[in-house]
C-alpha cells in the first residue's frame, strides 16, 4: 500500500467522519425539534380549545363542538375530530381512522400517544368535553400526521448528506493530486505520514534539515499538515458559530408567528418582521462560510441607517425573546453609514443575553445615542452585570461568563460587527452593553419616556 494511498485514504476517513458526525448531530437536533413543534401544536390545540369553552359555555356539547370547528380549521397535516357518545360528530381535515376513534371514545381523562395506520405514524391528542345540562361524553381529538412532517427533515437531510458525498468526493480528488505531486518513497515521509495515521495527531511536524529537495518536501509536508489542522478548527468554529447565531432569529420568527392574529394589519406587520429576520439567517449562513475561513472584506454592506428607526426595530423584534418589560431608554435622530442587519444582529444577540441573564419580568432597555460624532447603540438589563475582572474577557471567542450558556461565542461576534464597523463594544456599570461606531448627518437626540 503507497504512502499516497495511504495520506489519501486517512484524509478521506477523518474529513468523511467530521461529515459523519455532523450530519448525524443535525439529524439528530432537528428531529427532535420537529418532535417539540408537534407536542407544542397539540398543547397549543388543547389551549385553546379549552380557552374557548371556557368563554363560550354551552348546553348542548355537540353544538359546542360543531361552533368550535367553524371557527378553528385544522392546518396542512392535521385534522381534527369530535365525538359525542362513541359517535362521529364532525371533522376538520383528514377523516379519522376508526381504530383511534374507538380507542379514544372512552377515555376519562387527557391522552397524548401514537397511533400507527397504513398510511403513516400519527401523533394524536384527546381531550374529553363536557356541557352543562348535557349528560353525553364529548372527545376533542387532533391528531398530526407525524411522517408527513418527519419526512420534510429527511428531504433536507438526503441533501445535506449528498452534498457531503460531493464534497467528499472532490476532496479525495484534490488529495490524490496534491499526493501525487509532493509524497515520494521517503522514508522519512512516509514514517511520519504512518504516525499521523495511526494517531491522527495533525500537530507533529517534520524537523526540516538542510535545504535540498528533501528538505523542501519536508516543509511543503509541514505546510500541509497545518493547513489541514486549521481546516477542522475552522470546521468546529463554524459549526459552534451556526448553531449560536441561528437559535435567536429562528426565536423571533417563532414567537412572532405564535402570537400572530387575525388582524390584517396585525399580520401585515408580523410578516414583515418575519420576512426581515428570514432574509437576515440567509446572510449569516452565507457569511459564516466565508467567517470560517478568515475574515474578509465585505463582512459589512454599510449604507444609511436610521438609528431611532433600528432601535424601534430592534425592541420590536426582540419582545418575542422572553417575557420581561422592555423599555427604550432613548432615540437617536441620526443617520450613519452601517450595515443595518448587523447592527441588528448585534443588538439581538446583546438582546438575547439580557433575557438569560434576568428573571421573567426584568427590566431590559435599548437606546441609541450622538456624543462628540459617535454613534451609541446599547443593551442594558437589570441582571447581575459582568464582573470588572471579566469585562475584558466575555468578548473573546469561547469564553463563557459566569453562569452563562451556549458556547461563549454570542459577544465575540458583537465585537467583530463593531470592528467591521470601525467601533467598539465596551460594558459599562456590570449590565450595560454598549456598541459605539462612528457616526454621520447627526440630529438632535429625542429622549422616550
Known amino acids: 500500500m503507497s504512502a499516497r494511498f495511504r495520506i489519501v485514504a486517512w484524509m478521506l476517513a477523518v ?7 455532523a450530519i448525524t448531530a443535525a439529524a439528530t437536533v432537528l428531529l427532535a425539534r420537529e418532535d417539540q413543534v408537534i407536542n407544542d401544536e397539540l398543547r397549543n390545540e388543547a389551549g385553546k380549545l379549552r380557552g374557548y369553552v371556557a368563554q363560550r359555555p354551552a348546553p348542548d356539547v355537540e353544538a359546542l363542538f360543531a361552533d368550535y370547528l367553524r371557527v378553528n380549521v385544522a392546518d396542512r397535516w392535521e385534522s381534527f375530530f369530535t365525538l359525542v357518545d362513541g359517535r362521529l360528530t364532525a371533522r376538520s381535515g383528514a377523516a379519522p ?9 372512552t377515555l376519562g381523562t387527557d ?28 372527545h376533542f381529538v387532533i391528531v398530526v400526521d407525524y411522517d408527513r412532517h418527519r419526512a420534510e ?38 514514517q511520519a505520514a504512518e504516525r499521523i495515521g495511526d494517531s491522527a495527531d495533525l500537530t507533529r511536524r517534520l524537523t526540516v534539515v538542510g535545504n535540498d529537495d528533501v528538505a523542501a518536501l519536508a ?19 463554524f459549526l459552534d458559530d451556526a448553531g449560536h447565531e441561528l437559535r435567536t432569529p429562528i426565536t423571533v420568527v417563532r414567537g412572532h408567528l405564535e402570537l400572530m392574529g387575525d388582524d390584517p394589519a396585525e399580520r401585515a406587520e408580523t410578516l414583515a418582521l418575519v420576512t426581515d429576520e428570514l432574509d437576515r439567517m440567509s446572510r449569516i449562513v452565507e457569511d459564516l462560510l466565508t467567517l470560517a475561513k478568515a475574515e474578509q472584506p465585505g463582512f459589512v454592506e454599510p449604507d444609511a441607517v436610521e438609528l431611532a428607526d433600528l432601535t424601534v426595530s430592534v425592541v420590536a423584534k426582540a419582545r418575542a425573546l422572553g417575557e420581561r418589560t422592555w423599555r427604550i431608554d432613548s432615540l437617536a435622530e441620526a443617520v450613519v453609514p ?40 446599547w443593551v442594558r438589563d437589570d441582571g447581575p452585570g459582568v464582573p470588572p475582572e471579566d469585562r475584558e474577557r466575555v468578548f473573546q471567542r469561547f469564553v463563557r461568563g459566569r453562569g452563562s450558556g451556549g458556547a461563549g461565542l454570542g459577544l465575540a461576534i458583537v465585537r467583530s ?26 440630529a438632535e437626540e429625542e429622549p422616550v419616556a
Open 111 to 138: 391522552e397524548t400517544g401514537w397511533y400507527d395506520t397504513p398510511g403513516g405514524l400519527l401523533r394524536y391528542g384527546a381531550l374529553p368535553v363536557s356541557a352543562v345540562g348535557d349528560a353525553r361524553r364529548g
Open 153 to 190: 427533515v429527511v428531504d433536507a437531510l438526503r441533501v445535506l448528506a449528498l452534498s457531503a458525498l460531493g464534497g467528499l468526493a472532490m476532496a479525495g480528488a484534490a488529495g490524490w493530486f496534491v499526493a501525487g505531486r509532493v509524497l515520494s518513497p521517503v522514508r522519512l515521509v512516509r
Open 338 to 377: 452601517a450595515d443595518r442587519q448587523r447592527l441588528t444582529q448585534a443588538l439581538m444577540q446583546l438582546a438575547a443575553n439580557a433575557v438569560r441573564h434576568t428573571a421573567p419580568g426584568g427590566e431590559i432597555a435599548v437606546g441609541s445615542a450622538l456624543r462628540d460624532g459617535v454613534a451609541e447603540l
Open 417 to 442: 460587527i463593531a470592528e467591521a464597523h470601525g467601533g467598539r463594544v465596551r460594558v459599562e456599570d456590570g449590565a450595560r452593553f454598549v456598541i459605539t461606531i462612528p457616526a454621520a448627518i447627526p
Open 15 to 21: 474529513v468523511g467522519l467530521a461529515l459523519a458526525v
Open 219 to 237: 516543509r511543503t509536508f509541514n505546510h500541509m499538515l497545518h493547513r489541514l489542522e486549521r481546516a477542522f478548527a475552522t470546521q468546529r468554529e
Open 97 to 105: 381512522p376508526p381504530g383511534l376513534a374507538a380507542r379514544v371514545a
